[in-house]
């Protein structure tokens, strides 16, 4: 059974830090694309990162460059997101997700939702003073 489950999310003041982690399991992700895409009330579900974990290829949405970092540990089978500087607007539940995709087809763009076939339950992100 493939299964994604994150970790690490809470209540954190702004200018602060969280780290994100995505345990995987029922298959290795080595050769796909694995994602943080994030949800706030209200709004679409947006790409934040992605990691092409054969290449070890990153690439980040505009709003969270800089500032969040997407890394992998493919002998944990667990993906991370390391999220500093943190502002209220990103607010929301994040969620890993995993598509079996290569590097070159989007290019620096963030996969598009329908990419994915592994969705994790998601994790809430709430900062706030």
């Known amino acids: 059974e493939v299964q994604l489950v994150e970790s690490g999310g809470g209540l954190v003041q702004p200018g602060g830090s969280l780290r994100l982690s995505c345990v995987v399991s029922g298959f290795t992700f080595t050769g796909y694309a694995m994602s943080w895409v994030r949800q706030a009330p209200g709004k679409e579900r947006e790409g934040v990162a992605v990691?092409?974990?054969?290449?070890?290829?990153?690439y980040y949405a505009d709003s969270v460059k800089g500032r969040f970092t997407i890394s992998q540990d493919t002998a944990k089978n667990t993906v991370y997101l390391q999220m500093n500087s943190l502002k209220p607007e990103d607010t929301a539940m994040y969620y890993c997700?995993?598509?079996?995709?290569?590097?070159?087809?989007?290019?620096?763009?963030?996969?598009?939702?329908?990419?994915?076939?592994?969705w994790g339950q998601g994790t809430q992100v709430t900062v706030s003073s």
């Open positions: 997700a995993a598509a079996t995709i290569g590097p070159f087809l989007y290019g620096a763009t963030l996969p598009p939702d329908y990419e994915y076939t592994s």
């Open positions: 990691i092409y974990s054969s290449a070890g290829t990153t």
